[in-house]
């Protein structure tokens, strides 16, 4: 069946890989990005997805709104149809220091990474629990896990994800609706790409596959948690680092 799946940060490093693995997997694949975007970064996107022969969806939102999370999920139901897998994917960091850190640096990072988690499921939860069906997927890290120095906002936002999703998934498994996070290491995105090239290289000296993962590999362990027959699967977490850290 073709069901609907929305991917917030749909057009940046990992979202783009993970709508195009879902519309490979028969999904109709929608990008939530955001509406700070120039447009022309937006069409160049399209265009480059046309060329690879995926045709995917473009709504510009802003995660850290309730209501803009509220207007963009309404269009896509009206427009797409019913949102049944939704991955909470958009995310930024701010890295710093804990004792140069600003107020605007903890509350950016926080917005972004969390807010936005209650916000887009908030829309879309009350009609899959309605329709015994859903797959919620949230993004969390590594840093999550572990903790990393000069990213105690970005941690904080990573590893409050695991304490919803163990929460939610104690009420909505009996209706069909599963819950689960991937934990990504360090992956070859613009993202990791930003890290101070010295910092950057003992982060990749320390990973014992000593490479940055792939966004495909992100994205297959997302196609997997989402599909029809992943149903048992709730309250987990997928860690995809490269042996980086294990729990
Ligand atoms: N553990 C403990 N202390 C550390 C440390 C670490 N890992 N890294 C640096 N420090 C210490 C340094 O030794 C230094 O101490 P002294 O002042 O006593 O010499 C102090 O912290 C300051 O370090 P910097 O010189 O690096 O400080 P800075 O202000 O120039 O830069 C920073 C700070 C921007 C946070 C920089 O350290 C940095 O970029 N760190 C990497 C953070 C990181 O891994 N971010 C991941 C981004 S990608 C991502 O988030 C995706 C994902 O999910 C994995």
Redesign the pocket.
């Known amino acids: 069946m073709s069901r609907v799946a929305v991917v917030t940060g749909g057009i940046g490093g990992l979202g783009t890989a993970m709508v195009k693995g879902l519309a490979a997997a028969g999904r109709i694949a929608v990008a939530v990005d955001y509406n700070g975007l120039k447009p022309e970064a937006v069409d160049k996107w399209t265009a480059d997805r046309k060329a690879e022969g995926f045709d995917i969806p473009v709504y510009l939102a802003d995660v850290t709104s309730f209501t803009s999370c509220a207007e963009v999920c309404k269009k896509i139901g009206e427009e797409i149809g019913l949102i049944e897998i939704l991955i909470n994917n958009a995310?930024i960091?701010r890295?710093?220091?804990f004792h140069?850190m600003t107020p605007e640096q903890w509350d950016q990072v926080i917005k972004t990474n969390l807010y936005s988690v209650f916000n887009m499921t908030r829309q879309v939860y009350e009609g899959m629990i309605t329709r015994n069906w859903g797959r919620i997927v949230n993004i969390?890290?590594?840093?999550?896990l572990r903790g990393?120095?000069?990213?105690s906002n970005?941690s904080a936002t990573?590893s409050g994800i695991y304490g919803f999703n163990k929460a939610l998934a104690q009420e909505c498994v009996k209706k069909g609706v599963t819950i689960n996070s991937i934990?990504?290491?360090?992956?070859g995105?613009e993202?990791?790409r930003?890290?101070?090239a010295?910092?950057?290289e003992?982060?990749i000296a320390g990973i014992p596959a000593a490479r940055l993962g792939e966004p495909s590999e992100i994205a297959r362990a997302v196609v997997f948690l989402t599909d029809d027959e992943a149903g048992y699967i709730t309250g987990e977490d997928i860690t995809i680092?490269g042996g980086l850290y294990y729990h």
């Open positions: 995310g960091t890295d710093s220091m140069k969390a890290s590594v840093n999550g990393q120095a000069g990213q970005y990573k934990s990504p290491g360090y992956i995105t993202m990791v930003a890290i101070r010295d910092v950057l003992k982060v680092n």
